[in-house]
């Protein structure tokens, strides 16, 4: 089952460049533009993560977060805040009030994608598959091992992140920002051309000893691990 997330905010071409980039990342995604109106759905039914404006018509951003964390369904509930306010006073004001993350507008949504994925992470790491497969490549997360045909593959710990980052969404190209934000983080500076080489090396331990190259480079966007080469070369 895909994650659940419920986006709270009143400026409507937001909301749809959320929900459509959302969508893109295999969630299910309902909106409110009122904070009363997302109060009431949160009594109905508990999604998986809160992307929570501060400034809402009806009822605060600030106000839901104080009566979520203040219920025992809603107590651990991942909220991400948005929020024009960017001085030190209302960051620390937003996460005092419950928030788990804070970002503030104008943002990078592949910021806000890779904030939200190391939140369902922590929230539900029952929801992560112990085990990555696509082709003849496994992943083993609590091994931490890697495994090509059933011959173990070495990767140095940058490109495991990678690979693993890549076969969550098997198929998808992701730029070289995104896999900056997904992989490294946002708040790390490294050049774009640190990607290419990182995928280099993890391309080259990948495919030591076969011919057919799953990840594929597709000019002026990004990488994908192809989610089309069959699993016997």
């Avoid at 990342?25 to 109905?44: H, I, N, P, S």
């Avoid at 809603?74 to 948005?82: E, K």
């Avoid at 993350?101 to 929801?127: C, G």
């Avoid at 490294?184 to 190259?213: A, Q």
Wanted: charged share 35%; with cysteine.
């Amino acid at each position: 089952m895909n994650a659940r997330i419920l986006v709270v905010e009143d400026e409507a071409p937001l909301t749809e460049l959320l929900r459509y980039n959302l969508a893109a990342e295999g969630y299910e995604v309902e909106t409110a533009a009122r904070g009363d109106d997302a109060d009431t759905m949160l009594k109905e039914a508990t999604p998986d993560l809160v992307v929570l404006d501060w400034m809402l018509p009806g009822l605060s951003g600030i106000e839901l977060c104080r009566r979520l964390r203040a219920r025992p369904e809603t107590r651990s509930l991942p909220i991400i805040m948005l929020t024009a306010r960017g001085e030190e006073s209302e960051r620390v004001r937003g996460l005092a009030t419950g928030a788990d993350d804070y970002i503030v507008k104008p943002f990078s949504v592949p910021e806000l994608l890779a904030r939200i994925r190391a939140l369902l992470r922590r929230a539900n790491p029952e929801r992560l598959a112990s085990v990555l497969a696509v082709g003849d490549i496994e992943l083993d997360r609590e091994k931490k091992r890697v495994s090509r045909a059933g011959h173990p593959v070495e990767l140095g710990p940058t490109e495991y992140r990678l690979l693993e980052f890549l076969m969550e969404r098997p198929g998808r190209v992701f730029t070289r920002e995104q896999l900056l934000d997904g992989v490294w983080g946002s708040d790390i500076y490294i050049d774009e051309r640190t990607v290419d080489v990182h995928v280099g090396r993890m391309r080259k331990s990948l495919n030591r000893g076969y011919t057919n190259d799953p990840i594929r480079t597709v000019r002026g966007a990004g990488y994908a691990l192809d989610d089309r080469y069959g699993k016997a070369d």
